[in-house]
């Protein structure tokens, strides 16, 4: 989380903002930084209700996702389908060889900076919202297609039916 804080701390673009949603487990650190910080630029939602996902889910242009280094290897954010879902690109802070970034790689869905690079996190920042505000074309494939045939309750109950079924 400290390396988010750190490239926010270095977009200089007035323009952009950052919403956290959620009260997961680093809720308290996110409300620290927001309060000691001097940018207008960052907010804070708390937990929201299922029923208005679609509303904090289509708030953004792009969503970010942060992988733990000792996540590795263990799945896939659970908020990640929920992001493909509403067709948003994701932009991946985590290593590049993570389930999730060979998703992004695989079906060119989103972007991926590696931890520990607020450097190249800003400017990835900037280099979207210039993109957009450009009207220019993210350079990203329609996630929801892929949830769709990848991820579908559907898909997930054939393969999960294939593993009982199938021998």
Known sequence: MDNIFKAIDLVKNPNIHFLFIGSGAKV??????????LLKNINHIDFMDRSEQNNFLNACDVSIITLNKNMFGLGVPSKCYNIMAANKPILLVAEDNSEIGLYIKEFNIG?????????????MFELLYNKWLDKC??????????????FSKKIILEKYNKLFVEK
Not at 28 to 37: D, F, P
Not at 137 to 150: F, P, T, W
């Open 111 to 123: 972007w991926i900076v590696e931890p520990n690079n607020p450097e190249k996190l800003a400017k």
């Open 28 to 37: 308290n650190t996110i409300k620290n930084k927001i309060n000691n910080s």
């Open 137 to 150: 074309d993210l350079g990203v494939n329609n996630s929801r297609i892929v949830a769709e045939k990848y």
